[in-house]
Structure formats: structure tokens, C-alpha cells
């Protein structure tokens, strides 16, 4: 199996000087001879060395380095001379492309290429240059790279000023390895089927039926009375939840991750009248501390998140119900990441959210308000009045394209449940996953991990390999985590090359 990495420990870069000697100093005479068969590049400190695998074999390099001046620079003289001015906003070069003899193949190419235009092409660079050996030239081409300026050097080692551009790679490139690309996100989800029914109007009786589907199902797996529709994210679906609340009085708010901070800042921004409850991210809630907050009488609200995404901590509905009912206190709940990661039921809920784009599987777009009644007429502002959701018909426009999206991936349950619970089960199993899994009450959606310093690479190398982790959200970076989800439809085919991939990446990181 050949896969990708950037060069971090001692081991490979020992490895990249032995490749740099072989390919520079005998194979071609760039530089003189030693004794030692090493040769580190002079511009190491400023280099970034991609590297492709053999299972656990470095056999092809690349270095990457945007610090001017560039050798080519140094060859023909500034490069922006030959060059476009479009094509110079952003410049970096690539240098030491080197593969082993015996690997000289496709595979190991197509792996340097991946890698570089994932590593280079999110930085924003508006273009790449390199000195490219004639030598190799058919394979700097098959790469994207054309000449841009006279052959240099000697008749022993000739090289070819070359550039590849964004917009080369954007045309030519970019589509074609963005679909051998997967995913671990939490959300969006990647949708394999068309879109249909984009030309439906919500005014339609073909849209009513669509609608009054998709609204059946959802009403069935919450065991709710009324779920009110919205154009928006979750976060559209909690402001309304919120707006709600504003008129009961005093509430109780509790944290333990990042989205329930933002229900408290969302809360503020309302006006309410609340208390906080906030437990470090991760830690559960502790019934004890919210029995003593409610004995006091003074709320008669409470709102929490079921699944905080943030460490993929699942927060006991069970015991807040009980509590709640035992004070009467009215419980609400963000449910935005666990709705439709496993069955439950909101029948003990006064208001609860949730989203098309997530466990459910369907297209980002749609957010979803439960309740057991009606909501009252207020004088709320008209798009985030729950009551205005209520009534017969669909009060805005509502994409049918959504909607049909949204009735066919509800289609999947129940079975979807178990395939969810299956594919989380298998994640578990991962040495990495036993061994860095951040501890807490997880749920059938997304697990958190909490990586050390010789993992932090882990996230970008897998990127390389066209494996994408959820890893880039400020409060992930902040906390060191990186999480997978289990939601994506190609999740199988993505897993087994994880499993692979991490096989080799544990051995060669903890050498």
C-alpha cells in the first residue's frame, strides 16, 4: 500500500537524506560525493518534505517551501520575470521530487500529486515553480507543470524552469482527485444521488405531498404533536426555540461544550432571564447539583444539548425529564447533532431542535423545531415566530429539492439506527481510537479524540491521502481534538482505507 505523510521525525528525515544523495549526488551529479551517502539540502530548516510510503518504506519525496529567494531564482534570476503578473500574487516552490528507482510507477506519482495539491492549493497559492530535471520531464507533464522559461545548467544536469498554475490545476485536476476524496464530517453530508423536484414551487399540491411525508416521519421518530419547518442551520432552529422561552421567565441553562456556550451567548443576545449550569467539556451532568438548582423554584425552563458534537458527549435526557417533571420545569433540547443517530423520544420535551444535514443524512439547509403544542400568536419578529409554523400551509418558501432530499433519507429508518451504531462499534475498534478516545458518554454519531504531540500531524497527513477528519474548527485546535463521524453514505469504502492507512501511520509515528 503506498501512502502519504509530511516528514516529522528523526527516522525519515535519515531516510529523505539517503533518497536526496541517491537521486542527486549518484544518480544525477548535482552535487559531489561523501563518504557518509547522505545529503541534507540546504534549505532544510525551510522546508516542508511530503513523503510517500511503501507500508512502512519511504520510497518517493517531494520539498515544499514558499521563502524567497527560491533556488530557481538563484538559476535564472527572479522568476516574476517570466511569469504573468496574475501568477505571481502567491508563489511557492517545489523542489527534490525524488522516487526510488524500483517505484519510478503511476501510483507513486499520482500520491506526490495528491499530496502536494491538498498541502499547497488550501494555502492559496497562485502558483508552483520547479526546476524540473529533462530527464524526468514526461512526469513533471504528467503532474500539470509546463516550461516557462530556457533549460538551465549542465549537459549532465539540465533542468527545466516549470510552473503549475491554480487555474491548471482547478481545470484539470481539482475535480478529478476531489473524487477519490472522503470524509468524516459531522456535517454536511455528501449526497450521492441527484437533486429532484428543484423546479416544484411550495405552493403545489405535488409539494404538499412531499411536505406532509417528510413531516409524518419526522413527527414519528421525535412521538411529537407539531415540528415546524425552517430554511436555515440549527442555529436559525435554536434562536426560534429561544424566542419561545422569552415570555416563560426564568430559566436554566447547562453547558458542557462548546454548543452549549453558544446556547448561552444566544440566550443573552434574547435577553432572557437565566442561570448556568457549565461542567468542562465533556464532563455529565450531575444530578445532584441540578435537583439542588431547581428545588430553589425559580425556573420553569431548562435547556441543554442532547449531543454535544464538540466532544461527542451524549447528555441523559432520561434524568433531566424526570427532574424536570418532578419541579415542573418545562425541558428543551438541542438536538441537532443526536436526532437520528439512535431512537429516542422527545414526548417529555416542550421544544426541541434538530437538522436536516446531520445524523439524518440528508442535504444541510433545513433545521427542525419539536413541540407537543401549538405555539401562542406573539409579537415575535414574523421569520422566527414558531406560531407563524403552526398554521395549515407553509408560511415561506421552502425548497422542494430539500424536502424530497430530506423524505428520502427519512426513508432509511429505522434500519439507518443500527447501520449508524454498527459503523461507530467498528470505529471503537481502531488501536488509535482505544488508545487516544476522549473519555466520555459517547453516542452513535461522532467520537473525539485527544491526540499527543507525535499525532498532531495526523489530521493534514491524512488529508494528503485524501481522508478528511473533523479537525479544523477553532475549538477543536484549541482543545487538541480531532473527531469522525459515522454519517457519511461512502462511509465503508473511507473506513477500510483509514483502518489501512493508520496501520502503518502508528508504526512509523511511534518508531
Given amino acids: ?296 423554584g425559580t425556573y420553569n425552563w431548562l435547556l441543554f444539548v442532547h449531543g454535544e458534537t464538540s466532544t461527542g458527549t451524549f447528555n441523559d435526557m432520561e434524568m433531566l425529564a424526570k427532574l424536570t417533571q418532578r419541579y415542573d420545569v418545562l425541558l428543551c433540547a438541542d438536538c441537532i447533532s443526536s436526532f437520528g443517530a439512535m431512537p429516542f423520544s422527545l414526548e417529555n420535551c416542550y421544544l426541541a431542535t434538530a437538522v436536516s444535514g446531520k445524523a439524518i443524512g440528508a442535504m444541510s439547509g433545513l433545521s427542525f423545531v419539536f413541540s407537543q403544542d401549538l405555539a401562542k400568536p406573539s409579537t415575535l419578529p414574523v421569520y422566527v415566530n414558531l406560531a407563524n409554523y403552526h398554521g395549515e400551509h407553509v408560511p415561506f418558501t421552502v425548497p422542494a429539492a430539500l424536502v424530497a432530499n430530506v423524505e428520502a433519507a427519512l426513508q432509511e429508518y429505522p434500519a439507518r439506527f443500527n447501520l449508524l451504531q454498527e459503523r461507530f462499534q467498528a470505529l471503537q475498534k481502531l488501536s488509535i481510537v482505544q488508545k487516544f478516545q476522549l473519555q466520555t458518554s459517547s453516542y452513535p454519531m461522532i467520537l473525539t479524540l485527544k491526540l499527543p504531540k507525535e499525532y498532531s500531524g495526523l489530521c493534514i497527513d491524512l488529508k494528503l491521502n485524501g481522508l478528511y477528519l473533523h479537525g479544523d474548527s477553532l475549538y477543536l485546535r484549541q482543545k487538541n481534538f480531532v473527531q469522525l463521524a459515522v454519517i457519511q453514505p461512502d462511509f465503508d469504502v473511507a473506513f477500510k482505507q483509514l483502518r489501512e492507512i493508520l496501520t502503518y501511520y502508528e508504526q512509523v509515528v511511534e518508531m
Fill in 1 to 296: 500500500m503506498y501512502w502519504c505523510k509530511i516528514a516529522q521525525t528523526q527516522a525519515e528525515f535519515a531516510a529523505i537524506e539517503k533518497l536526496n544523495y541517491a537521486i542527486f549526488v549518484d544518480e544525477i551529479p548535482q552535487h559531489e560525493p561523501n563518504e557518509s551517502k547522505r545529503k541534507m539540502d540546504r534549505f532544510h530548516a525551510e522546508n516542508t518534505y511530503l513523503i510517500v510510503y511503501k507500508e512502512k518504506e519511504i520510497v518517493g519525496m517531494l520539498a515544499f517551501r514558499d521563502q524567497r529567494p527560491f533556488s530557481i531564482d538563484e538559476k535564472i534570476g527572479v522568476v516574476e520575470n517570466y511569469l504573468e503578473k496574475g501568477l505571481c500574487e502567491k508563489l511557492c516552490e517545489i523542489r527534490l521530487l525524488a522516487v526510488k528507482k524500483e517505484y519510478r510507477t503511476g501510483r507513486v506519482l499520482l500520491r506526490l500529486a495528491r499530496a502536494l495539491y491538498s498541502f499547497a492549493y488550501e494555502k492559496g497559492y497562485s502558483a508552483a515553480v520547479i526546476s524540473g530535471t529533462t530527464r524526468e520531464e514526461k512526469l513533471y507533464k504528467q503532474m500539470g507543470f509546463t516550461q516557462f522559461a530556457p533549460a538551465v545548467g549542465t549537459e549532465e544536469a539540465k533542468f527545466l524552469p516549470m510552473v503549475l498554475t491554480r487555474q491548471q490545476f482547478e481545470q484539470n485536476l481539482l475535480q478529478r482527485l476531489a473524487n477519490d476524496n472522503y470524509t468524516f464530517y459531522p456535517g454536511p453530508v455528501k449526497q450521492l444521488g441527484g437533486i429532484t423536484y428543484s423546479d416544484i414551487s411550495h405552493r403545489t399540491l405535488t409539494f404538499q405531498a412531499l411536505f406532509q411525508q417528510m413531516r409524518q416521519k419526522l413527527l414519528q421518530l421525535s412521538q411529537t404533536n407539531y415540528v415546524a419547518t425552517l430554511v436555515g442551520s440549527g442555529t436559525l432552529a435554536n434562536d426560534v426555540l429561544l424566542g419561545q422561552l422569552k415570555p416563560l421567565g426564568r430559566g436554566l441553562i447547562l453547558s458542557n461544550g462548546e454548543f452549549g456556550e453558544r446556547l448561552i451567548e444566544q440566550a443573552r443576545h434574547w435577553a432572557l432571564a437565566f442561570d448556568t449550569v457549565q461542567n468542562a467539556w465533556s464532563d455529565p451532568f450531575d444530578e445532584k447539583i441540578i435537583e439542588a438548582h431547581l428545588q430553589m
